[in-house]
């Protein structure tokens, strides 16, 4: 089984994409591989994403544009400024973005 690991944890957006479409579709898919969605929403500074158990996380969202991907941890709602609605649906777009049937069952 061919592994491969990103050595930095720290970069831009555009260098962890950049890191991610060098990666074959094989080695993204391989055995123990967790494929990770991210989303960027206006005014909380950070990113979200689904971890493997599909938990809502996040990681701040440095001025440089940076994202540090040691640094995502779960959501806890009682500590958050976000309404319960906005956390839903965030939530919500990144089970969708991640499993596109999902939203639409029928396939239609």
């Known amino acids: 089984m061919m592994t491969t690991s990103i050595k930095q944890t720290t970069m831009t957006y555009k260098e962890l ?3 991610l479409s060098q990666l074959t579709e094989k080695q993204l ?3 123990g591989a967790h494929k990770m969605n991210m989303i960027y929403k206006e005014g ?3 990113v979200f994403s689904l971890d493997e158990c599909n938990e809502l996380t996040y990681a701040p969202l440095y001025e440089n544009g940076s994202i540090n991907l ?5 959501v806890d709602m009682d500590m958050i400024d976000m309404d319960d609605m906005e956390v839903f649906d965030i939530r919500r777009e990144l089970v ?11 396939g239609t």
């Open 17 to 19: 994409l950049n890191q």
């Open 29 to 31: 898919n391989s055995e």
């Open 44 to 46: 909380y500074g950070c």
């Open 70 to 74: 040691n640094e995502f941890d779960i």
């Open 96 to 106: 969708e973005f991640s499993n596109p049937c999902a939203s639409n069952p029928t």
